[in-house]
């Protein structure tokens, strides 16, 4: 368990989060921001600092980590350069 107190929050335009969408590979949403935040862990960590990503969740808005097929976050470019490459495989 842990208590999270968001510090600030930043615009995170042009990043991703990145999910395991099973069968249909990976599933990339637009970030809607990034926050920076106070973490309490309860099971003796202490308190820690760290920037979490933010996106829509039906009508709310929440941390894409705590999402049980969260892989990753990324810029939007980069997903976009890896697709090229696999297309470029997959011609040759």
Do not use: H, S
Request: charged share 35%; net charge negative.
């Amino acid at each position: 368990m842990e208590d999270v107190k968001i510090l600030q929050i930043m615009p995170a335009e042009g990043w991703v989060a990145v999910y395991d969408g099973g069968d249909e590979g990976e599933m990339e949403e637009p970030l809607a921001c990034f926050a920076l935040v106070q973490v309490d862990y309860k099971n003796g960590d202490g308190i820690q600092t760290e920037v979490r990503g933010m996106a829509p969740d039906e009508k709310a808005i929440g941390f894409v980590e705590d999402a049980t097929n969260f892989l990753t976050v990324r810029r939007a470019e980069e997903a976009e350069a890896e697709e090229d490459e696999e297309d470029g495989e997959a011609a040759e």
